[in-house]
């Protein structure tokens, strides 16, 4: 198991000033903030990164949304780092979230969900990599 995850503060959480508060509870729930960078995807870049979700039917809009605008790229680093992220993001639906979560306090809709959080170890390498190389990673 990793100690490691990696988030994406998406389009929509960047756009309505969430990124301060986002990052700011991440901290205080202890994690490291191991990489950290704000960008922007291009349609390709999106694709590439949600290629494996190219058969579903909400990939192009979700292409779409994710080139749309800022985002900001973070590995963060606590213990049982995964499964403790995911637990606080909350469901990818903010109506089905638990309280207190970052998507039921920040996210708008099931498409505009605020944040991304790898869900494997496997994927939390994978995606972390994909926005920084080795010597962006402390």
């Known amino acids: 198991m990793s100690n490691r995850t990696f ?3 998406k389009p929509d959480a960047m756009k309505n000033g969430h990124a301060g508060a986002i990052l700011d509870r991440i901290i205080k729930e202890g994690y490291r903030i191991v990489a ?3 960008t922007k995807l291009s349609a390709e870049k999106a694709g590439e990164f949600y ?4 058969a579903r039917p909400f ?13 900001i790229a973070a590995i963060l680093e606590k ?5 403790s992220f995911r637990t606080l993001i909350g469901a990818t639906d903010p109506a089905k979230a638990d309280e207190g979560t970052i ?3 920040y996210a708008t809709s099931l498409g505009e969900n605020a944040v ?7 994927n939390a ?11 962006e990673k402390f």
């Open 103 to 105: 998507r039921k306090m």
């Open 79 to 83: 213990e049982n780092a995964v499964a």
């Open 59 to 71: 990939y192009g809009e979700l292409v779409e949304f994710m080139s749309s605008g800022i985002i």
């Open 125 to 135: 390498e994978i995606e972390g990599s994909f926005f920084f190389s080795g010597l």
């Open 51 to 54: 290629a494996v979700h190219s």
């Open 116 to 122: 991304h959080g790898s869900d494997s170890d496997e």
């Open 36 to 38: 950290l960078k704000q």
């Open 7 to 9: 988030t994406m503060i």
